[in-house]
RNA sequence: GGGCGUUUGGCUCAGCGGGAGAGCACUACCUUCACACGGUAGGGGUCACUGGUUCAAAUCCAGUAACGCCCACCA
């Protein structure tokens, strides 16, 4: 064993290699694009009227290409790729997300950089500047994704705050509005006192944190029973300011007598009352929780079942409000030292835990979330959950792999109201309009000005929604539902959609909603299958991060190993599993794989003199094998990509034109082309034929290069560009399948190997010829017999003798294999020792195989409840093995 | 606290009821006229552990352990 290896260390400087990728890839995409092969394809053949079409996951615009964007992109390529070529109607929708608080964010720091801040410029000065930005920057990704050659719909890019989408969006919330389904109600959601707004549940992170439980005294208004005082647990001191109770579980004895009772609270001095409430666990802390209604989403039920006031103790920068003397002012942490500071000034604080704990953080810029009272926008979901959860339930959405079905289905059932204002400016403003004179408010698709009441000035609101209440809608909005409903050709045609590909962190946040407002607007599914591919980890593990250094840019992947190497190497790596711990030698030998297909067509090219252009001919059994193991091939591979199964589609693909075609076909086709006549024509089209269905077999996951080389073929073309040439038909290639050429082939490939591998184990150049025995009997013997030839040539023999009584020559090397039995003459250039030393350690192991074998023979449970092919298979085996074991004792015995 | 996933050669992973596979790494030989991003031949694994089901278990079931992810109101 290698001693010092350090794996870890990507030696990338060993990667790189002398060839330009870009230079070979762009003139075919522009080639694409100017022919327009990227719009919606016609339709031909058996699925002439069937559509697929396949919807983006629209990139942030303050996005750039990262990895688990490669990775679903390249998926969807191939899908795409494939259904063109088998003839569908087939459109991926290209667009890009307005991204709310993302871009806020980065336009806000963009600003303050430069001196201005957002508030002085003003609303409608900062939206410009949004839409500046996104002029700037927002189509960067979208030249990324040309770059890894997805065939995308770019003559119709999508933009969630494109004048249809706003039209849209307003309209589903008007009929929302109108349905009931959207309402205002004032409820503790999760504040970013960072970015000023609400953020939904699912947008929390929770983070770990080495908190503290401080342990207070609240002194009992009238002292009971001797008891001067409670103490309560908290990890937040600082929200006692807004308490407005005490609750005790009611199944607590210990404190039963002080329900009912008022502790006075320190600092503020206000009187509050001791309750009870279920939801207090009586075991953790000392079994007393002080309420803070207006500051934690569990007191505020205790707080609304009890009747407690709520009290609001934070603006929304989370500084302490006016009324509390020296503390107003203060941020969250400052506050809290001061108040426990308080205590023990005051005597009040009994003692301090360590306690770590998770901490709510904004999911954007990761400041700690204030649970915070205030007036929002809702949609009640359900209603809308029923249907979404039915249509995944009884099959209409499948779910790839099978298991997030189930996952989907608990996220659904535990939906709670799901809060969609923002108060941003960057987003859908929400069409909601107010006169303050009479009360009048009303959701309207037109912008009001005055009260259809009493005629008074009206104001809209302010805020603007969740970006994935636009999200939501983006199969049907883009496909031109704004206008004209569901009459819109484009979703008469293709709706709903084939297949949804995505990672699964956002499986409720966007897919599940989408399924909700499909069902709602369009009566209908947004897509027939949802595949969540598997999220890319870091090569330790773990998220890639910038703070962990463990990320890896899909660009400079690109660069070392082109776009079809990275594209090929990511989807080697797709298994059913959840994540994916990124391996970048696979991309290595995927871009070593696209080297060898190169040559491979290079070669083939190299041979084609005279060719005539005509179809193939199964001439001889090496002909006739390799179709057969094609015909095969094509099969799997539609078996693969139906269950989206990408990593054992590559590893067909890999295995198939490596160890069969490259290896021996191209090996065994070199003496016919190299002789003339006939067989040589039959030899130059087959080989042209083969070629060209592994081209349109890889085209899917590697279109530059096989596009490039299918450029260069000199066959009959059903398509100017592979793009549209048609995908090769397993049912018709089906004719091809040949079992006993297959094993012509395998006894051939095996005893050629067999010959190799005692000219290594013997040091015998490939240049001595040798001569060769086979003893082999019936079919075989006749197989290889047609083959005489191509041994000949491949293993270099002298003389070749097949005969069902063999007899061995005294001085030889006994090779079996494939059932066959192989003496080569190795008199006079070998030291028999040697020979010796080996034959004696496969008679070790074929005496254990023998022992085994009798074993499970004996075995009457065997005989009688295993399979009669099992049985029979075990049976042959053993004979052979025995066989082989006698020859291997007598040549060990002549050897001497 | 629930749910899910993973555990197979040095590394990254396939296989998921009938004799352990791939890529990379490793060893030896080969600058042979498609390819050294290559060729040929090799070495390397009691398939995490413990029980169970079965004629037969890496594969199915139960439990254990480790790692990872998701959800959840322990103040």
Not at 55 to 83: E, F, K, S, W, Y
Not at 261 to 283: M, N, Q, T, W, Y
Not at 532 to 548: E, F, L
Not at 662 to 678: I, M
């Amino acid at each position: 064993m290698a001693e010092n290896k350090d794996n870890s260390q990507p030696e990338q400087e060993k990667n790189k290699v002398d060839f330009d990728f870009r230079a070979h890839e762009a003139p075919y995409f522009d080639a694409w694009m100017e022919q327009g092969s990227f719009r919606r394809s016609p339709g031909r053949g058996a699925h002439a009227d069937e559509s697929y079409t396949v919807v983006i996951p629209p990139p942030n615009i303050t996005g750039v290409l990262h990895m688990g964007h490669a990775l679903n992109n390249t998926i969807q390529d191939a899908c795409i790729r494939r259904a063109r070529m088998q003839g569908y109607q087939t459109r991926w929708v290209l667009g890009t997300d307005h991204a709310g608080i993302a871009t806020q964010t980065k336009v806000d720091k963009k600003l303050s950089e430069e001196g201005v801040s957002r508030l002085a410029l003003g609303r409608e000065a900062f939206i410009e500047a949004c839409y500046e930005w996104y002029g700037e920057y927002g189509s960067t990704i979208v030249s990324q994704l040309k770059a890894m050659g997805c065939s995308c719909d770019y003559d119709d890019e999508h933009f969630t705050l494109e004048p249809a989408y706003v039209k849209a969006v307003r309209k589903v919330f008007v009929d929302w509005y109108h349905d009931a389904l959207i309402f205002r109600g004032k409820r503790i959601v999760n504040w970013c006192p960072s970015c000023t707004t609400a953020i939904a549940d699912d947008e929390v992170e929770y983070i770990d944190e080495a908190g503290k439980l401080w342990y207070l005294r609240y002194p009992l208004a009238e002292p009971c029973e001797g008891t001067e005082y409670v103490v309560v647990a908290t990890t937040r001191p600082e929200t006692m300011l807004g308490d407005s109770g005490v609750a005790v579980s009611p199944k607590d004895a210990r404190f039963k007598h002080l329900v009912g009772k008022a502790v006075r609270l320190p600092i503020v001095g206000r009187e509050v009352p001791i309750v009870s409430d279920f939801v207090v666990d009586p075991d953790f802390g000392t079994g007393l929780v002080k309420v803070t209604p207006a500051h934690d989403q569990n007191d505020y039920a205790i707080g609304e079942r009890a009747g407690l006031e709520k009290i609001n103790v934070f603006d929304e920068g989370a500084h302490v409000v006016e009324g509390y003397g020296d503390l107003s002012g203060m941020g969250r942490d400052e506050a809290r030292e001061a108040v426990v500071a308080r205590f023990e000034e005051l005597g009040l604080l009994d003692h301090v835990e360590e306690h770590p704990h998770n901490v709510m953080t904004c999911y954007r810029c990761h400041t700690k979330l204030e649970p915070w009272l205030s007036e929002q926008w809702f949609v009640a979901v359900d209603r809308l959950k029923a249907e979404a959860a039915r249509v995944v339930e009884d099959g209409r959405v499948a779910f790839f792999p099978q298991r997030w079905k189930q996952v989907y289905l608990d996220w659904m059932e535990n939906l709670k109201d799901w809060c969609i204002s923002r108060q941003l400016w960057w987003g859908h403003r929400i069409p909601l309009f107010y006169c303050d004179a009479c009360g009048w408010e009303d959701a309207s698709m037109e912008d009001l000005t005055s009260c259809p009441v009493c005629a008074g000035a009206l104001r809209q609101d302010e805020d603007v929604l969740d970006t994935w209440f636009s999200s939501q809608l983006w199969p049907f909005v883009t496909m031109g539902w704004s206008d004209e409903g569901m009459d819109a050709p484009e979703l008469q045609q293709a709706y709903p959609t084939q297949v949804l590909s995505t990672a699964r962190d956002i499986m409720g946040l966007w897919v599940a909603r989408m399924v909700m407002s499909s069902m709602y607007f369009c009566d209908e599914v947004p897509f027939n299958q949802v595949l969540i591919h598997p999220t890319v980890m870091g090569a330790d593990g773990k998220p890639m991060s910038k703070s962990r250094g463990n990320g890896v840019d899909p660009l400079r992947l690109m660069e070392d190993y082109g776009a079809d190497g990275m594209r090929f190497g990511l989807l080697m790596q797709v298994t059913g599993s959840q994540d994916l711990k990124f391996n970048e030698a696979k991309l290595e030998s995927s871009r070593n794989f696209a080297n060898k297909i190169r040559n491979a067509a290079r070669f083939t090219s190299m041979h084609l003199d005279g060719f005539v252009p005509g179809g193939p001919e199964a001439q001889t059994p090496v002909d006739r094998w390799i179709f057969s193991r094609l015909a095969g091939l094509v099969a799997r591979l539609d078996q693969a990509f139906d269950a989206y199964e990408f990593g054992e589609a590559t590893r067909e693909l890999y295995a198939f034109f490596w160890n069969e075609f490259c290896d021996w076909y191209l090996e065994f086709s070199k003496g016919r082309l190299a002789g003339g006549g006939d067989d040589r024509a039959v030899c130059q089209r087959n080989l042209v034929f083969v070629l060209d269905t592994a081209l349109r077999l890889l085209h899917p996951i590697m279109p530059f290069i096989t596009e490039e080389i299918y450029q260069g073929l000199p066959c009959e073309k059903d398509a100017p560009y592979l793009i549209n040439a048609a995908w090769p038909d397993a049912r018709a290639l089906a004719a091809y399948l040949d079992p006993r050429s297959e094993r012509a082939l395998v006894l051939v490939t095996e005893a050629v190997s067999a010959v190799r591998s005692a000219r290594a184990r013997y040091g015998i150049s490939p240049k001595t010829a040798l001569s060769v025995a086979v003893k082999a009997a019936g079919e075989d013997a006749a197989l290889l017999e047609e083959q005489r030839q191509l041994l000949l040539d491949m293993a270099n023999l002298s003389g070749l003798a097949i005969d069902a009584d063999a007899a061995k020559p005294p001085e030889a090397s006994v090779a079996l294999v494939a059932g066959l039995e192989i003496y080569i003459d190795l008199a006079g250039l070998v030291d028999f020792a040697a020979e010796r030393t080996r034959l004696e350690g496969e008679q070790k192991k074929a005496a254990a195989d023998v022992q085994k074998l009798e074993a499970k023979l004996s075995n009457p449970g065997f005989l009688s409840k295993a399979s009669p092919e099992v049985v029979e298979k075990d049976r042959a085996r053993l004979a052979k093995t025995q066989g082989m074991l006698e020859r291997i004792a007598a040549q060990l015995e002549e050897i001497g």
